[in-house]
Nanobody
Framework: QVQLVESGGGLVQPGGSLRLSCAAS????????MSWYRQAPGKERELVAT????????YYADSVKGRFTISRDNAKNTVYLQMNSLKPEDTAVYYC?????????WGQGTQITISS
């Protein structure tokens, strides 16, 4: 069955870095655009970054542009989110998403907390 398993979350101080990973299985990973979303307490889920199926194009929310980098390894069926210069407002549950036409899959989420 389809699985998206996020890892790499945790507690980090402001200004620190984290790298999230999302391991995919059960579908043709290389055909799917992959994204990271996040949801902070009391807020709607928002798109953070997207990478196209071949990795040729990326998109970033303005709030993370220049600090976060999305990448993928189609040989490992894994998408990454490198997060630098983290801020308290980056605190949220981060979700991995796979999308191909009408097919849309979600991971279970991983908590990121930025606090001193």
């Amino acid at each position: 069955q389809v699985q998206l398993v996020e890892s790499g979350g945790g507690l980090v101080q402001p200004g620190g870095s984290l790298r999230l990973s999302c391991a995919a299985s059960g579908f043709t990973f290389s055909a799917y655009d992959m994204s990271w979303y996040r949801q902070a307490p009391g807020k709607e889920r928002e798109l953070v970054a997207t990478i196209t199926s071949t990795g040729g194009r990326t998109y970033y929310a303005d709030s993370v542009k220049g600090r976060f980098t999305i990448s993928r390894d189609n040989a490992k069926n894994t998408v990454y989110l490198q997060m630098n210069s983290l801020k308290p407002e980056d605190t949220a549950v981060y979700y991995c998403n796979a999308r191909f036409v009408v097919r849309n899959y979600w991971g279970q989420g991983t908590q990121i907390t930025i606090s001193s």
